[in-house]
């Protein structure tokens, strides 16, 4: 099975930019899906982006333009570049990586804190 260590979180000012890395070991990692969310206080985790394993992208309407998430299969490591933060940004981040059936291969990891604010 897949393991999954999310870092770089901190604290950022309202306009900057920081990188967050997802990395995986345990399993071959290049066939999964591969996902971030995130959850602030009181409120349902969100989805935020996905990159497929054919290396496809999608991302929230809160996050488009602003965001890119992108993975080095050589590296079994997801990222998900942030620019542009927001207040509105401030979240525990986590990754997740999915294949079929999901119900049996469906992997979190312990998430980072971002906060933005001045």
């Known amino acids: 099975q897949v393991q999954l260590v999310e870092s770089g979180g901190g604290l950022v000012q309202p306009g900057g930019s920081l990188t967050l890395s997802c990395a995986a070991s345990g399993g071959a990692s290049n066939i999964y899906d591969m996902r971030w969310y995130r959850q602030a206080p009181g409120n349902q985790r969100e989805y935020v982006a996905q990159?497929?394993?054919?290396?496809?992208?999608d991302y929230a309407d809160s996050v488009k333009g602003r965001f890119t998430i992108s993975r080095d299969n050589a590296k079994n490591t997801v990222y998900l570049q942030m620019n542009s933060l927001k207040p509105e940004d401030t979240a525990v981040y986590y990754c997740n990586a999915f294949r079929i059936p999901r119900s049996r291969y469906n992997y979190w990891g312990q998430g980072t804190q971002v906060t933005v604010s001045s």
């Open positions: 990159i497929t394993s054919r290396y496809n992208t």
